[in-house]
């Protein structure tokens, strides 16, 4: 992004700001607003204001269960968003309510994939993949989460799954393209995509190439005993 850019998504995120405190202003019972607020701050990396507005706000709402698990998984994100995980983690499984509960076992399952916890992002994941067993980002998910974890069976399977439905990701066509040469299979139709799709992810995970090298060694027997 161009400073010019920078400039101007500053701008749009203050002006946007401006219009949710008008809002909460004149709707103060309006979560959302307040969760919607909360969000644009944590995108101007302005978590502090964040995380304060919503500590303030759970007390305001503590006896509105939707309310609260709404502010709580946005205080979750704020958290993860400032890489302070163990404080995200504890907010995610503060949530209550069906309605947001597997948004938020979805987000401690990116929580301890970003704390390397793999088994425990996994089975995170899975109970979501349980009830969205078509939803690409989960997929998308298991799929990092077993190509971290060595197995890349697996992992090519749901990345597919994934890549079926958002074919277009360059990101995704980049990890598929990884597990491809994990396994030995062609993995220049998936990297090309990823190239075209998204150079710039390509270009700074250039090193993810060599450390697949790594995790070949690393895992080959239990590669192996997959195939059995």
Request: glycine content about 4%; aromatic content about 8%; overall charge negative.
């Amino acid at each position: 992004m161009s400073e010019k850019d920078g400039q101007q998504a500053q701008a749009a995120a203050s002006a946007t700001v401006k219009k949710l405190v008008k809002a909460i202003d004149a709707n103060p019972q309006d979560a959302q607003l307040i969760y919607q607020l909360a969000t644009v701050l944590t995108e101007m990396q302005d978590y502090e204001q964040a995380e304060e507005l919503l500590m303030k706000m759970l007390g305001q709402f503590h006896s509105d269960l939707a309310a609260t698990d709404l502010l709580t998984y946005g205080l979750g994100n704020v958290y993860y968003q400032a890489a302070a995980y163990d404080q995200a983690a504890q907010m995610f499984a503060k949530v209550q309510t069906d309605q947001r509960k597997l948004d938020a076992y979805l987000m401690l399952a990116e929580t301890y994939m970003q704390q390397k916890d793999y088994q425990k992002a996994f089975a995170f994941a899975l109970t979501v993949h349980d009830q969205r067993a078509t939803d690409p980002a989960v997929n998308a998910l298991l799929g990092d989460i077993l190509l971290a974890m060595g197995n890349f069976h697996q992992a090519a399977d749901f990345y597919d799954q994934a890549l079926a439905k958002q074919a277009s990701d360059g990101q995704l066509n980049f990890n598929r393209g990884l597990v491809a040469m994990a396994l030995g299979q062609d993995e220049q139709p998936f990297m090309a995509q990823a190239k075209k799709l998204d150079p710039a992810y390509v270009a700074q995970s250039a090193q993810r190439i060599n450390d697949i090298a790594t995790l070949i060694h690393k895992h080959e027997p239990a590669d192996h005993d997959e195939e059995q």
